[in-house]
Every structure is written in structure tokens, then in C-alpha cells.
């Protein structure tokens, strides 16, 4: 479960309401323009999200996992997994703890490092441009999704976590609704998210996470 973590974190709301129609001409570029566009505006993210990891290298087994994510400017993030077991990854802006309950351990590591790296806390949070860091293509028929806009992203320069990154937006918000990240070994994990509220602030102790007493700490 703890691929479950590194697997994934770019995008929040805005108020950007394209009118009737017009989402069915979009060029992926415009898409991915409205997408930059709304996530810039938005000082707060939270969704429920549920994730599935295919593992290429233990011959395409699956691992799911469902939970609460929060993505809060500047620097903050917490991922709350409720199933398969309770898992927290928490960032206030300095250090970046996650903590595994079934392991009774809370890994503890400077977060700057951590936070440069994360594919989902960069879309979310709208650090970077998507015009500028990723080649922006169509996707497939196959993968258009009714009520939705799809556009493929591939990094311009080589990506530790990401190879390519398929994502959906809702047509009318450019909320992002599904984000497919495929790895350089062929693995792809799939993150749905819904309930999803933009702007509305939570206070910074949601930000910190105190573990069991008696967790072992591991700092690195």
C-alpha cells in the first residue's frame, strides 16, 4: 500500500463556465488552458477520491485503496486512505509524515523534496504550466468520457513518477473528475475523485497529524 502514496497528487475549481457547446470544439490545448486557468484561481481542493494501482511488475495485480484528499496553497496536503487500511499522508508545508497504521510506523522527511516531485500535489495546486511542462495531445476515442473533456499530457522533460497522464475534466467546471498516471515501467494508477468542495479553507492544525502513542518514528 505504500505505492499507493508515491503513485499519485495538479488541478482545483474555478468559476470558469464555457457557454452550451462550446466544450465540444475545444482543441486539447484550449482545454488544457481552462484547466491551468481554474486551478490558479482556486486556493483550496477537496474530494473523495477512490485509486486503483495496476503494478506492471507483479504481473498486473491490482491494489485499491479510497479515501479523503485536501489540497490547500501554499504547501499544503493531506491524504486521509480509509480502506484497505488507514493510511495518512499529511505535508504543512516543512515536513512531509506518513504514517501506516498496520505497520504501527510514521515516516517523517523534509517535504520541499517531496512536494517538487508529486505529480498530484503539482496538478492540484496548479504549481507549473501545463503548456509549458507537458506536451498536450488528444486521447483516444475510446477513452472520451460522456459529460467530460479528456487530453493526454506528456512530460517535456523526463519525470521520475510519469511517463504520460491521461485526465478528464467536467465540461462545465474543468474540475478534473479522473487522472490516469501511466510509469516508465507500464504501471498505471487510476484516481476518481467526486463530493468534490473548492474554497473553503481548512485551519492549518488539519495539517498535522500526531500518531499513536507508541508509533515508531523513522526520520530521513
Known amino acids: 500500500m505504500k505505492q499507493l502514496f508515491f503513485a499519485v497528487i495538479y488541478f482545483l475549481c474555478g468559476l470558469l463556465v464555457p457557454a452550451a457547446g462550446q466544450c465540444a470544439t475545444l482543441k486539447p490545448m484550449q482545454i488544457a488552458e481552462k484547466i491551468q486557468q481554474t486551478y490558479e484561481k482556486t486556493t483550496s481542493f477537496k474530494a473523495d477520491f477512490l485509486q486503483t494501482s495496476t503494478i506492471s511488475t507483479m504481473e498486473h495485480r491490482q491494489r ?8 490547500q496553497k501554499p504547501g499544503l496536503l493531506r491524504w486521509d486512505y480509509t480502506s484497505p487500511e488507514k493510511q495518512v499522508l499529511v505535508s504543512d508545508g516543512e515536513t512531509f509524515s506518513l504514517y501506516f497504521a ?8 523534509p517535504a ?7 505529480v498530484t500535489y503539482n496538478f492540484f495546486a496548479g504549481k ?4 509549458h511542462d507537458f ?9 472520451e ?14 519525470h521520475a513518477q510519469v511517463e504520460t497522464m491521461n485526465v478528464w ?4 467546471t474543468f474540475l478534473v473528475n479522473r487522472l ?14 467526486f463530493n468534490t468542495v473548492v474554497n473553503h479553507p481548512l485551519p492549518t492544525e488539519y495539517f498535522y497529524f500526531s500518531p499513536p502513542e507508541g508509533t515508531e518514528i523513522i526520520e530521513q
Not at 507549473?128 to 503548456?131: E, H, I, P, T
Not at 475534466?169 to 462545465?172: A, C, T
Not at 498516471?181 to 475523485?193: R, Y
Open 112 to 118: 520541499k523534496e517531496y512536494l517538487q516531485e508529486d
Open 180 to 193: 490516469e498516471i501511466i510509469d516508465h515501467l507500464g504501471s498505471i494508477t487510476n484516481l476518481l475523485l
Open 128 to 131: 507549473g504550466n501545463l503548456l
Open 102 to 109: 498496520s505497520e504501527n510506523q510514521m515516516i517523517v522527511t
Open 145 to 158: 468520457k460522456p459529460d467530460s473533456l479528456a487530453i493526454k499530457l506528456i512530460p517535456k522533460k523526463t
Open 64 to 71: 485499491k485503496g479510497s479515501g479523503t484528499m485536501v489540497i
Open 135 to 143: 506536451e498536450v495531445l488528444p486521447v483516444t476515442p475510446e477513452q
Open 169 to 172: 475534466v467536467d465540461e462545465g
